[in-house]
């Protein structure tokens, strides 16, 4: 039944990535990838991992995708502007993908444990807490000066430079 | 009615081919927007092969792995879209082919 699920949730996550990357208008790729989004969480919840089930959902779909699709607005992109490359570049894209792809089922597909993914319960909201707090409390802590300093690069470097002010002020 | 999760060998070779989508995406693409939405994809591929892999040793490191890779992609995608912004303030268009200066 579990095993069932996986596989329908893994079709619609590899037909929604692939319509992201084709889709033409930009509005569109980003929809298509929230759809991706929402198929990964699905994954999460398959695995008992309910604390990245609630955080995929929250952080990436929800802040992430709204960021991404505010800037879309905000420089009003659409499929007459897109830029697209020519049919040699793509196929030229495709193909070295491809090959990527080959390489990489072709080193997994004899190393075949056929073990079933256990059922657990490590991933509720109580046991991560409890490793995040007392193993990985100064990485958690270093991250938020990453996420402080990323702030103040933001708004350094979105900020309009206006050169009249600087040269009366200076 | 069988009530098991599929094998590890399946969550790699869904992780392989999500992450060869964004690969081919980051490839065939020309906005910069796309660009980096199709990094965002090879990221969810990482994650969930993290997660399977956690699950698969019951060891939780590897969800709090996938938490602070999280992290640094929402830092990631704030400075990145402020600089696409940016350049499209200096050139009018979102086209990375147009960012091709230091060849010249």
Redesign the interface.
């Known amino acids: 039944?579990?095993?069932y699920i996986?596989?329908i949730l893994?079709g619609l996550?590899?037909i929604t990535?692939?319509m992201?990357?084709t889709a033409r208008n930009?509005v569109h790729?980003?929809l298509y990838?929230i759809a991706?989004?929402f198929m990964?969480s699905g994954?999460?919840l398959?695995?008992?991992?309910q604390?990245?089930f609630i955080?995929?959902l929250i952080?990436?779909a929800g802040?992430?995708m709204v960021?991404?699709l505010f800037?879309?607005m905000?420089?009003n992109?659409n499929k007459e502007?897109?830029?697209?490359?020519s049919m040699k570049?793509?196929l030229?894209?495709?193909i070295?993908?491809?090959l990527?792809?080959i390489t990489?089922?072709g080193a997994?597909i004899k190393?075949?444990?056929?073990?079933?993914?256990?059922?657990?319960d490590?991933?509720l909201v109580k046991?991560?807490g409890r490793?995040?707090f007392t193993?990985?409390v100064v990485?958690f802590e270093i991250?938020s000066i990453?996420?402080l300093s990323?702030?103040v690069?933001?708004i350094l470097?979105?900020k309009?430079h206006n050169v009249e002010t600087e040269v009366i002020s200076e | 009615m069988n009530n098991y999760l599929p094998p590890i060998d399946h969550y790699i070779w869904l992780s392989s081919i999500l992450f060869c989508i964004g690969v081919i995406g980051v490839l065939i693409r020309r906005n910069g927007i796309v660009l980096l939405m199709c990094i965002e994809l090879m990221l969810n591929a990482v994650n969930l092969l993290f997660t399977s892999f956690s699950t698969y040793f019951q060891d939780a490191s590897g969800q709090i792995f996938v938490f602070f890779i999280m992290v640094v992609a929402a830092a990631e995608v704030a400075v990145g879209l402020a600089i696409l912004v940016m350049i499209y303030r200096n050139t009018k268009s979102v086209d990375i082919s147009l960012l091709d200066r230091l060849k010249h």
């Not at chain 1, 056929?114 to 059922?119: A, F, K, R, V, Y």
Request: glycine share 6%; proline share 5%; aromatic share 10%.
């Open positions: 039944m579990l095993s996986f596989y893994s996550t590899i990535a692939i992201m990357i930009p790729s980003v990838l991706t989004f990964v994954q999460y398959l695995m008992n991992a604390f990245l955080v995929n952080v990436y802040a992430i960021l991404f800037v879309l905000l420089l992109l502007t897109e830029p697209q490359k570049t793509k030229a894209g495709v070295t993908g491809g990527l792809l990489l089922l997994l190393s075949n444990t056929g073990e079933n993914l256990p059922i657990t490590i991933g046991n991560l490793v995040l193993e990985f990485p991250s990453l996420f990323a702030m690069g933001v470097v979105a309009r």
